[in-house]
């Protein structure tokens, strides 16, 4: 059996009396554990085969609880173990057979080789190369242009920081409606200007001579870091005069 999904996935699925859920609920369900998932990317991992939720006569998708903590699972492969959609397909495959197949390692590499997950968050991994590929599914050429406009930047060991997966993911998604890697440079630009002001704020408590106040500088960059993320978004419905369910 899948492992049912923490956060609002179980909550969403519960909540409903028919035991079918539409494609709006289950966004909601499940973001609370995952708050960057779309409705586009429910769409895609349907289309990858990866949940089949049933349909009413006018077309409409109907998902039970089963395909929610399905969904919960594979969004959970990918976020925290970083493996392409065909081996959670594999994996999927085997645990619906009923055998006791152990999770496949693919990413959060350190020089080179798998290694467990870490203790830390995402910030603290490292992902090579080749995990990399794999995990958003692409080729050699792709990543090279993704680096080119500066969307993904490897480390001076080669390899790359976590999040570029989400970075690559994301891409990859955007690119289906039409926008290309070239498009993204002032998303880059801007990025990286709040960045550079979030910096500046804590900057003089990483130079702090106490200890303490220099570690207090990690939690400070996260709570802006999270702020000027909120802001942004709520900057771009702003100017697209959209609300998101």
């Known amino acids: 059996m899948l492992q049912k999904p923490s956060g609002g996935a179980g909550r969403g699925a519960a ?59 594979v969004l959970r492969m990918q976020r925290d173990h970083y493996l392409p959609l065909k081996v959670i397909r594999e994996h999927l495959a085997a645990m619906e057979r009923g055998e006791a197949v152990p999770l496949p ?23 090579g190369r080749d995990a990399l590929l794999a995990a958003a599914d692409v080729d050699e050429q792709e990543l090279k242009e993704w680096e080119s406009y500066g969307l993904l930047t490897p480390l001076e060991d080669g390899a790359y920081d976590a999040e570029a997966v989400t970075v690559a993911l994301l891409v990859i998604e955007l690119g289906r409606f039409g926008i290309e890697p070239r ?63």
């Open 105 to 127: 390692v693919v990413g959060r590499q350190r020089d080179g080789e798998s290694a467990a997950e870490p203790s830390e968050g995402p910030t603290a991994a490292r992902i």
């Open 183 to 245: 498009h993204l440079r002032a998303m880059k630009a801007a990025a990286d200007r709040e960045a550079g002001l979030v910096d500046q704020v804590v900057a003089p408590l990483r130079r702090h001579r106490n200890p303490q106040t220099r570690a207090h500088a990690e939690a400070r960059t996260k709570e802006l870091a999270g702020l000027t993320v909120k802001l942004h978004a709520a900057l771009v419905r702003t100017a697209l005069g959209v609300r998101l369910p």
């Open 15 to 73: 909540a409903t009396d028919s035991g079918l859920m539409s494609i709006g609920a289950v966004l909601n369900a499940l973001r609370d554990e995952f708050p960057e998932v779309t409705i586009s990317k429910i769409r895609f991992l349907e289309s990858e085969g990866l949940i089949e939720p049933q349909r009413t006569p006018s077309g409409y998708r109907k998902f039970s609880a089963h395909d929610v903590e399905r969904l919960g699972h």
